[in-house]
């Protein structure tokens, strides 16, 4: 395949990962706030986190496609795009930190059963996987390293899909509300070394 066909469906993988996010990030903060949910919340967070990393790369793409790319520029924002995201991240994980602290110690809600919340990440438990190995096979054959961060990132986030279902279940089955919270803090060493990573303008090695 040429790189333009490549550059193309990197481009569309982008848009995908983009539109998703934006539906999953509104429904799960919704979702989070109506059962107060610290988990769900949290989630929806990383989704808009991942909608400006996806929207950033996709732009990146097309520019390329399109012969606009100036390479020195597009060095510059990436760095620039990377630290915004890393801070972003970094904040999340603080965030995270300090409402499973309340919550734990009975100075916040008790999270609620959320069917809604159950639906939305089992779904994600799929999508993302299948959106994320697809990007890494389009970073490995352009050689994009902002690609293949971007792609990383969206595996991580079906972890977290992952995770937030299984504390959302076991609330709903056996009434821990505890398990809400505590699942919550499975995404915060991926949120500080993603948010590191980030703002040193780190990449993962793609092998």
């Not at 993988?13 to 979702?31: D, F, K, R």
């Not at 995270?96 to 009975?106: M, N, P, S, T, Y």
């Not at 959106?131 to 690609?147: E, N």
């Amino acid at each position: 395949m040429d790189r333009a066909r490549l550059l193309q469906r990197g481009v569309w993988l982008a848009t995908v990962t983009v539109g998703w996010n934006v539906i999953e990030g509104i429904i799960a903060v919704a979702a989070g706030a109506l059962a107060s949910s610290v988990a769900l919340i949290g989630f929806g967070i990383d989704s808009f986190v991942e909608t400006a990393s996806g929207a950033f790369v996709g732009w990146r793409l097309r520019a390329e496609l399109r012969g606009h790319a100036d390479e020195e520029r597009a060095e510059v924002l990436e760095r620039r795009a990377g630290r915004i995201a890393g801070t972003l991240l970094l904040g999340l994980a603080v965030y995270i930190v300090v409402d499973v602290g309340h919550r734990l110690f009975g100075f916040g809600a008790e999270a609620q059963e959320s069917k809604v919340g159950i639906a939305l990440t089992a779904i994600s438990a799929v999508v993302m996987p299948a959106l994320g190995w697809a990007k890494l096979g389009i970073a490995k054959a352009l050689r994009s390293g902002a690609l293949r961060a971007d792609a990383y990132e969206t595996i991580t986030c079906s972890w977290l899909s992952i995770t937030t279902l299984a504390g959302l279940i076991l609330n709903a089955a056996f009434g821990w509300w505890w398990a809400d919270p505590l699942a919550a803090l499975a995404i915060v060493p991926l949120a500080v070394r993603e948010g590191l990573e980030g703002w040193r303008g780190e990449c993962r090695d793609s092998n």
